[in-house]
């Protein structure tokens, strides 16, 4: 078991733990990783309110 040095997440094996200890090495990288997570969350939200325009627009045709 490796455990990351940064956080507590443990790995099996020492390249996946490699792999995740990037995420910590590089703040730059890391700030992007977060910046693409909120897009992508925001992308998401913005995908619910389209779904719940849409819906409203078909009640308004079923009437
Ligand atoms: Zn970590």
Avoid: P, T
Avoid at 3 to 19: A, M, N, T, V
Avoid at 33 to 56: E, F, T
Wanted: charge should be positive.
């Amino acid at each position: 078991m490796h455990q990351c040095y940064y956080c507590d997440q443990i790995f099996d094996s020492k390249e996946d733990l490699y792999e995740h200890s990037e995420i910590h090495s590089d703040s730059e990288r890391n700030n992007e990783i977060k910046d693409r997570q909120k897009k992508i969350k925001s992308k998401l939200g913005s995908k619910k309110k389209l779904l719940k325009k849409n819906r409203a627009r078909v009640r308004i045709n079923q009437i």
